[in-house]
């Protein structure tokens, strides 16, 4: 499975797009990439994932590079309920769904 | 529809006593997965089940068992608690074809003394 690698904090204003970025160097040709949050004490939530192209929905989009080896998750209209940790996984489709969390990115919103 | 509920949420234990956490799912997912969360880290798997029927060990499964009751109920058993168990268990359901979108549950805080 391929190491991902994130920033371990960053900060958005209340109403700007939050960028979090995501380094998977390794990745091989049928890994996704998995986006997940985790706010204060509650259970993880999935975002979004994809394979190669980019990806929408009504939470955020995905963008991922062209060689695959990063990508960036877009909350375009961050707000302070999205204050969260934010994992990338990269996992390939199998049946045995172990998802592998790191230790994420903290995302602090702030007014 | 309630998604993924468990039980209890609070619980304190002495070193050696057991306990079952209870976890059940009303979105029909045939996968379920139990996760344990330590204090800054992030979630480990401690055992899966892909069906009704089958158990399968995740990445830290020593000290714990686990009853796939049906369809709907997962349940995860400490059989002798220690203080290292003490930790935040999550528990989780997917669909069979989708088993990386994961809905979870808000957890059940434990602390071993």
């Known amino acids: 499975d391929a190491k991902t690698t994130q920033p371990p904090s960053m900060d958005c204003a209340e109403g700007r797009a939050a960028n979090l970025p995501c380094n998977h160097s390794?990745?091989?040709?049928?890994?996704?990439v998995y986006w997940y949050r985790q706010i204060h004490s509650q259970g993880p939530q999935y975002i979004i994932h994809?394979?190669?192209n980019n990806e929408t929905n009504e939470m955020a989009s995905l963008i991922i590079t062209e060689d695959r080896k990063s990508s960036t998750l877009i909350l375009p209209h961050a707000t302070l309920r999205d204050t969260a940790v934010y994992y990338c996984i990269v996992r390939v489709t199998s049946n045995t769904g172990k998802l592998i969390f790191g230790q994420g990115t903290t995302l602090q919103v702030k007014p | 529809n309630a998604g993924v509920t468990q039980t209890p949420k609070f619980q304190v234990l002495k070193t050696g006593q057991s306990m079952t956490l209870q976890c059940a799912q009303d979105?029909?997912?045939?996968?379920m997965y139990w996760y344990r969360q330590d204090p800054g880290m992030g979630l480990r798997l401690i055992y899966y089940?892909?069906?009704?029927?089958?158990?399968d060990k995740g990445e830290v499964p020593n000290g714990y068992n686990v009853s796939r009751l049906n369809k709907r109920e997962f349940s995860l058993r400490l059989e002798s608690a220690a203080p290292s168990q003490t930790s935040v268990y999550f528990c989780?359901?997917?669909?069979?074809?989708?088993?990386?979108?994961?809905?979870f549950g808000p957890g059940t805080r434990l602390t071993v003394t």
């Open positions: 390794t990745i091989s040709g049928n890994e996704y």
């Open positions: 994809g394979l190669k």
């Open positions: 979105m029909n997912h045939n996968s």
């Open positions: 089940s892909a069906s009704e029927g089958t158990t």
């Open positions: 989780a359901s997917s669909e069979q074809r989708l088993v990386y979108e994961q809905y």
